[in-house]
């Protein structure tokens, strides 16, 4: 199954550079009921990152809260890109 990227930042820093094919989720996004999400099988991998780990790990809750099973906090751009990206 494919992974799916997604950058957990708000929209003007998603647009100051993210990693290649994230998809851009900011909080109120997901609060919301992630619509972006409404197509995806709940055991997709699912990256999520941030700046610094922190939106993202909240947004895994979220996410959990949402029935999503395969979570992972990849922290930042740069770890994600350095551990994620093949």
Do not use: W
């Not at 909240?58 to 992972?72: C, E, R, S």
Request: glycine share 6%; net charge negative.
């Amino acid at each position: 199954m494919k992974k799916v990227i997604i950058d957990v930042r708000e929209p003007d820093e998603y647009a100051n550079g993210h990693v290649d094919g994230a998809i851009n989720i900011p909080p109120f996004s997901l609060m919301a009921g992630a619509k972006e999400l409404a197509n995806t099988p709940k055991d997709t991998p699912l990256i999520l990152y941030c700046r610094s780990g922190s939106r993202s790990q909240a947004a895994i809750n979220i996410l959990k809260q949402m029935g999503f099973t395969d979570l992972t906090n990849g922290v930042n751009q740069q770890n994600v890109e350095e551990t994620y990206i093949n």
